[in-house]
């Protein structure tokens, strides 16, 4: 599940024209950056949502081959983080899947993180099992961290006046179980993390590399220059 339907309100002026998974980081938008991760890691099947400006992604989602595609059509109504996932369920199947946000970027370590992720997923402990980010070291993101996490990898949200050692990094690997009761309509996928961490079901994995948060204009340059220097 690619999530690709957000209004990228702090990526303005740029995505008044242009919808933000189709904004360019060294030549290639976000969500292609993102689909071709999970192409090599073997996902044969996406499906991508869509809100804002859904045309234009659907039209540039035509020119893919692998994965296949499949549009999650939210226009009549933005759904969020959950809801858009709880949408799309009937398509995504019974087996945990793998959830990406479009505007997701990394630079891998060793080992591609999404093999790491589906490797290191269990669910007979686990509902979700979350890609983080440390705080410290990674480009663009200036935030207070999402979680802290245990010895054996369960994660406790940041209190409100704390720092935390670690930012979600906008992939994770999904247990359908997860959306048990969640209500249809406008949610939050916080909210089911919340819940998951309660019953001891939300786990964390370190992302191995280099993550880049590229939530603004400025953050574009930021991320280029990062992705410059690895390459040099």
């Given at each position: 599940m690619v999530l690709a339907a957000g209004l990228g309100t702090r990526m303005r002026p740029i995505t008044d024209s242009t919808p933000k998974p189709?904004?360019?980081i060294s030549g290639k938008p976000l969500i292609d950056h993102v689909l071709d991760r999970l192409a090599e890691a073997g996902v044969e099947r996406a499906v991508v949502n869509v809100h804002h400006m859904a045309d234009q992604i659907r039209q540039h989602l035509l020119q893919r081959r692998q994965p296949?595609?499949?549009i999650s059509d939210e226009r009549g109504e933005l759904l969020g983080t959950g809801g858009g996932v709880k949408k799309?369920?009937?398509?995504l199947g019974n087996a945990p899947f793998f959830h990406v946000n479009s505007d997701t970027i990394w630079m891998e370590?060793?080992?591609?993180n999404l093999a790491r992720l589906a490797q290191a997923f269990d669910p007979a402990i686990m509902d979700a099992l979350l890609l983080l980010?440390?705080?410290?070291g990674s480009i663009g993101y200036s935030g207070r961290g999402d979680f802290a996490m245990a010895p054996d990898k369960r994660l406790r949200r940041r209190a409100e006046h704390e720092i935390?050692?670690?930012v979600y990094a906008g992939a994770a690997v999904l247990a359908p179980a997860l959306f048990n009761g969640a209500p249809d309509g406008k949610l939050s996928?916080?909210?089911l993390?919340?819940?998951a961490a309660q019953a001891q079901r939300l786990h964390g994995l370190r992302l191995e590399g280099l993550w880049m948060h590229v939530g603004t204009p400025e953050a574009i340059a930021e991320a280029e220059a990062a992705i410059r220097t690895s390459a040099g």
């Open positions: 189709l904004v360019k296949e595609i499949v799309a369920l009937p398509e370590g060793v080992k591609p980010a440390p705080v410290a935390a050692p670690f996928l916080t909210t993390f919340e819940r």
